[in-house]
């Protein structure tokens, strides 16, 4: 079936060896592989791509099955299709999708730190019911700053933010304001917003919270690397609830990983010291992790 999709941007940055697309995290941009991508292009050939709605990509329809359609469209038009997805958050979502619908060609996946919100019963030592209600405030927040418009001014508003960020979780500034200038669209009424705009940006979220994603990782028949990052998540200002939350989130997910590695020949689990911000925050770890399990993939593989 051939379905609708957009033209990607893509930063090709070269190298020799089994190809890799890299594809970044919702409302993020391929800026997030500045730092990891010339680490992994010394031995593959790397591409890293805006997602549709994200970036320099156009807008679309935000729905996976047109999303992967513009994954394999860019893969074709590389003559790469064989090459090993490796995502970031949604990223990581999208690259197992992607390798499920391509069982003849893709070797594997790669998903770092994609693992939403999870399930009520992951939170060890929280209620199911209490848990429901913080996470139904977590998305309510992230719905209302889907799409958000960038006032006058505040550019400079939201650079401070990422400049006061890379003193918290010790990002190299530059890095952080290459994302948010590659992020930020004006509109054909002049304003500026924050991509993916709020009509594809709140479609997106659904998608996500759609998936059953450890259903995804049991599907798997090949090799699957799922990173996961040891440091909680930043603080949110004003709730004050959220790191008793995302603690308890940590030990079942940490739990629920190794049960699913140990069931499972295919999965390989590895714990990368850094945020889930780890693409920036620490590169050397995250490109490490991603070697290690090409390399027994080209070993493995005829």
């Known amino acids: 079936m051939i379905r609708d999709h957009v033209t990607l941007a893509v930063h090709d940055h070269g190298g020799k060896g089994t190809p890799l697309l890299l594809l970044h995290g919702a409302g993020r941009t391929l800026a997030d592989w500045a730092a990891v991508a010339p680490l992994l292009a010394r031995h593959h050939r790397v591409l890293a791509v805006d997602l549709r709605g994200h970036g320099f990509s156009p807008d679309g329809t935000w729905r996976i099955p047109e999303v992967l359609a513009d994954i394999e469209a860019v893969l074709d038009t590389h003559g790469i299709p064989g090459a090993l997805p490796v995502g970031h958050s ?49 998305r309510e927040l992230a719905a209302t700053v889907a799409g958000q418009v960038v006032p006058p001014g505040g550019l400079k508003d939201l650079l401070a933010q990422q400049r006061a960020m890379s003193a918290q979780l010790g990002i ?11 992020s930020v669209h004006e509109r054909a009424d002049g304003q500026l917003e924050l991509r993916p705009g709020r009509e594809h940006a709140l479609e997106m979220l659904a998608e996500i919270d759609s998936l059953d994603l450890f259903a995804l990782f049991r599907r798997m028949d090949r090799p699957l690397l799922l990173g996961r990052a040891l440091r909680p998540v930043p603080s949110i200002p004003g709730l004050d609830w959220f790191d008793e939350l995302m603690a308890a989130y940590a030990k079942g997910l940490a739990r629920d990983l190794a049960e699913l590695a140990d069931g499972r020949a295919e999965v390989t689990v590895a714990e990368i010291d850094g945020t889930h911000a780890m693409l920036l925050e620490n590169p050397r770890p995250v490109a490490d992790a991603i070697l290690g399990f090409a390399a027994g993939l080209s070993v493995d593989r005829p």
């Open 90 to 138: 949604l990223g990581g979502m999208l690259a197992v999708q992607h390798a499920l619908d391509h069982p003849g060609v893709t070797p594997g996946a790669v998903n770092l730190d994609g693992f939403g919100w999870g399930r009520p019963g992951q939170y060890v030592g929280l209620g199911p019911a209490y848990v429901e209600e913080r996470l139904a405030q977590v």
């Open 172 to 182: 190299p500034y530059e890095l952080l304001e290459a994302g948010v200038r590659r």
